[in-house]
Each structure stands twice: as C-alpha cells, then as structure tokens.
C-alpha cells in the first residue's frame, strides 16, 4: 500500500511543481477530444515516463494508470529537463527493493 501511495504522491507533486497547485489537477487529468490520439509525441511520453522512474522508482503496473497524466504533461510541451528537476526534486532518493527502476527497468 505505500508503494501506491509514493507513486500517487509523486505524481500529483510533479504536477503541482510542473503546471502550479491550482492548474495541477486539471492539466494532469485532461482527456484528449474523440478520435485524437492519447498523446502527440510518443518518445517525449517515454522519455517523461523514464525520467520520472528515473528519480521516483518504476511505475509498475499499478502506475499504469498515470499514463495519461505523463502524456498531458508531453501535450503541454512541458521539456525533458523540467521534468528531470520536477521529479528530482519530489523524489530525493530512488526507491529501492522491488519497485526500483533500476532493478527491474523501465516501463515505457
């Protein structure tokens, strides 16, 4: 269960250092209109996905379901190096043991 947490948390963080704490929610949890794709650029996804495992540990399966906040934060043009600052900065120390991106890789 803090496993959950700690993603959820970081997360909801990076969004808030990103985008500002009252913009933070509504940026992260925009839905793209019908017939658009999920997220415009597929590699910055991945290399937001990475970067944030980079620092914060690796997603899993359960993080899954932040996929979408990870592709609104390409959408809204947000660079790599925010990102890497961002989740630095949410995330002092990588999680170790069996969630830790360096242990199992990354999941995108």
Not at 31 to 45: K, S
Not at 55 to 75: D, E, V, W
């Amino acid at each position: 269960m803090s496993y959950r947490m700690h993603v959820d948390s970081s997360v909801k963080l990076t969004g808030e250092l990103l985008f500002g704490i009252v913009k933070s929610d509504e940026m992260l949890n925009t839905v793209q209109p019908t017939g658009q794709p999920l997220v415009d650029d597929w590699d910055c996804l991945k290399a937001m996905v990475r970067t944030f495992e980079t620092h914060c540990g690796s997603l899993s399966q359960y993080g899954m379901k932040h996929m979408r906040s990870f592709a609104n934060i390409c959408n809204a043009r947000i660079k790599r190096d925010q990102m890497d600052a961002a989740s630095a900065q949410v995330c002092v120390s990588v999680p170790s043991g069996h969630y830790s991106s360096l242990e199992n890789g990354f999941s995108a």
